[in-house]
Every structure is written in structure tokens, then in C-alpha cells.
């Protein structure tokens, strides 16, 4: 199976999926990450920092656009290959980006149909009028281009068509267990990442010019991750709804569920301590 990630920063497939990348890694699928922005001026903590400081380091403060981006690629590259991750592409567009463009639909369209993903993941778009947040920004384009990507023809466009299996869309804004309350909104799919959650820790640790380093990486996987993690009744998950309706030909039931002991599972569920088991390296 091929498993391809979408998103705006160069950061994002790590902090929302990184675990379960991981995870299908370790099974032996190829993991495709595209990042439609360079991440220049997102979450530019290391040099805004800088400039803080009564003797600040006249490289890191007087930093260019081409050297922040080529930095965070380097934390990319690391992160991804912690991770797991078969190859990173970048299309490097400007982050300050606030409205769909035509050109970077027919260009995302076109990675699609070359990677032919079996399964693409990108962020749960908000209201579209939020036009600041980039990442509803960069998932309506994913969105459009997967439109596109299924009207290719192999006579008139030189390509076939092509149409992804499922869509798990990330960071959407709850997670409880409860279908009927909130009309069926909720994180439909959790993976455990319990046992590569170390990994996805050191991973965000590469990411030091957001300031994701160190007590960040452990705080959010431990907020988000943990509450995740205790709707599914696991020590760590990262939680995922389905763009796509699933056919099956019985019933289905997980492992997971088969085996679940709602009299124990809060026990369970609270085995690791983060912080104890990956330190901060000094």
C-alpha cells in the first residue's frame, strides 16, 4: 500500500500523523510526503528569538529567506527519516498563500497521479471563509485536485485517471466517542501509535527553529496524542475521519474493540510517562 500526506508546512505531517506513518513504515508501505509550502516565515521562533537576545548571532538573526528554508528542510529530512517516510517533496510556495490558485491545484493534481496513492491524509479543512488559515487553504486544494486527478484522460491529457481509496483527514476538533451527540462529528478512526511514539518525540525534535524541541514535542503528544489516545482506550493515538464511506462485507469489528475491557482500560491507557521514558537530551 502507498500512503500519502498532504499539507501546508513542512512540520505538519510529523505533528499530525507522524506516528502513524511510522507504523505503516514498519509494515513495509511507501510513505509519500508533499509539502506545498517552504515554511519560511511559519513559526519562525529560532530567529525571532534571536533578534531577543542582548548579543544576538549575527547568522541566525540576520538570516535570509533562502537560508530559514533550507534549515527547515533540514529538519524535515531528519524528521522524515526517523519517521519513516520514503521520500519528501516540496513545491515550495510562498506560506503567506490565503486563496486557492489554479496553477498549484493542476500542479498537486499532477503529483497525484504520478504517486497514485492508495490512501492520502491531509488536515480537516475549517470554514473556507477563514481564509489566514492555510491549512484549510491547502486542503481545498488537495480536495479540488483530486477532482482533477479523476477527470484525466490517457488520450487528451497524456495520463490516466485516477482516484484515491480513502482520505483521512487530520486535527479535526474533537474527539469523543459519541456519534450521536455532535451528529456523527467525530474522529471516526484512531491508530495507535503507542509503540512508535518515541520516534514520532524524536521527530518533532528535529523541528528546533519552530521551537517544537524539547518540552513542546513531549506537552503536545502527551495533550493531544494522550487524549486521543484515551477515546481509543491505547497510551498515545492519533485520531482520523474518513472523507469516504467504507463497504464491507460483514459487520466490522476491530481487534482492538474485540479486546477492549472498559473496566481496565483507564489503566491501560496511562501506562507510559513520556517525559521519564524520552527525556530531553541536555
Known amino acids: 500500500m502507498k500512503v500519502m500526506t498532504v499539507y501546508a508546512h513542512p512540520a505538519d505531517t510529523i505533528t499530525n500523523c507522524g506516528g502513524t506513518l511510522a507504523r505503516h513504515a514498519d509494515a513495509g508501505d511507501e510513505v509519500v510526503a508533499l509539502i506545498l509550502t517552504h515554511g519560511g516565515r511559519i513559526h519562525a521562533n529560532r530567529y525571532a528569538e534571536e533578534w531577543r537576545k542582548d548579543t544576538p548571532d549575527a547568522a541566525i538573526a540576520g538570516a535570509g ?18 519517521v519513516g517516510i520514503s521520500r519528501v517533496v516540496t513545491l515550495d510556495r510562498d506560506d503567506r498563500d490565503a486563496a486557492l490558485h489554479d496553477e ?5 493534481a499532477e503529483h497525484l497521479a504520478a504517486e497514485r496513492p492508495d490512501v492520502l491524509i491531509c488536515d480537516y479543512p475549517q470554514n473556507p471563509v477563514m481564509a489566514a488559515n492555510t491549512h484549510t487553504v491547502a486542503t481545498t486544494t488537495v480536495l479540488a485536485a483530486l477532482g482533477r486527478a479523476g477527470a484525466y484522460l490517457r488520450n487528451l491529457d497524456g495520463r490516466p485517471e485516477y482516484h484515491v481509496k480513502q482520505v483521512y483527514l487530520t486535527s479535526l476538533p474533537v474527539f469523543p466517542t459519541d456519534g450521536l451527540s455532535l451528529f456523527g462529528v467525530r474522529n471516526d478512526v484512531f491508530v495507535d501509535i503507542t509503540p512508535v511514539v518515541g520516534r514520532k518525540v524524536a521527530a518533532m525534535d528535529c523541528f528546533d527553529s519552530q521551537g517544537y524541541s524539547g518540552l513542546f514535542a513531549r506537552k503536545l503528544i502527551e495533550s493531544a496524542n494522550g487524549e486521543a ?25 476491530t481487534a482492538a474493540a474485540m479486546a477492549d475491557d472498559p473496566l481496565t482500560r483507564h489503566i491501560s491507557y496511562s501506562r507510559v510517562d513520556l517525559r521519564a521514558e524520552y527525556p530531553i537530551a541536555d
Request: avoid cysteine; hydrophobic fraction near 50%.
Open 65 to 82: 529567506l533562502d537560508d530559514i528554508v533550507a534549515f527547515k528542510k533540514g529538519e524535515l529530512q531528519r524528521a522524515a527519516d526517523i
Open 104 to 108: 498549484l491545484v493542476e500542479a498537486v
Open 229 to 253: 489516545g484515551r477515546a481509543a482506550g491505547v497510551n498515545f493515538a492519533e485520531g482520523f475521519y474518513r472523507l469516504y464511506n467504507e463497504t464491507h462485507a460483514l459487520l466490522p469489528v
